[in-house]
């Protein structure tokens, strides 16, 4: 029952550091994306932010990367957008021509 408890913990501790290393590298990306200065801790800011409110840092990099106005979010969908808003066809017709599409694949 010992063994099965520190294992257990191990895995709890690798998934954080996991969840901490994607959300820090997303973030920087994301900042970089969008010429967004550190403000506090220069040259650390997207770690502190990672250890310490990943969910704050989630909810950020959802504001500063959706258009709200233009493609209305909505709950417990693939994308979180409307099932038929497409957005493949609507860089293929140029309404996002200057931004390449990104995925947290080609982030991470």
Sequence with gaps: ????KLIM?????????YVIV???RTRAAVRDRY????RVCHGCEDVC???FCYRCAAAQMARHTVDYER???ECCTSNGLRSHVNLEHDAAVGDYA????VSIATIV
Excluded at 9 to 17: C, E, G, T
Excluded at 98 to 101: L, R, V, Y
């Design 49 to 51: 932010i990672a250890i």
């Design 35 to 38: 010429a967004i200065p550190e």
């Design 1 to 4: 029952m010992a063994t099965l």
């Design 71 to 73: 493609y209305p979010a």
């Design 22 to 24: 994607i959300v820090k």
């Design 9 to 17: 913990r191990v895995l709890s501790w690798i998934v954080l550091v």
């Design 98 to 101: 200057d931004e390449p599409p």
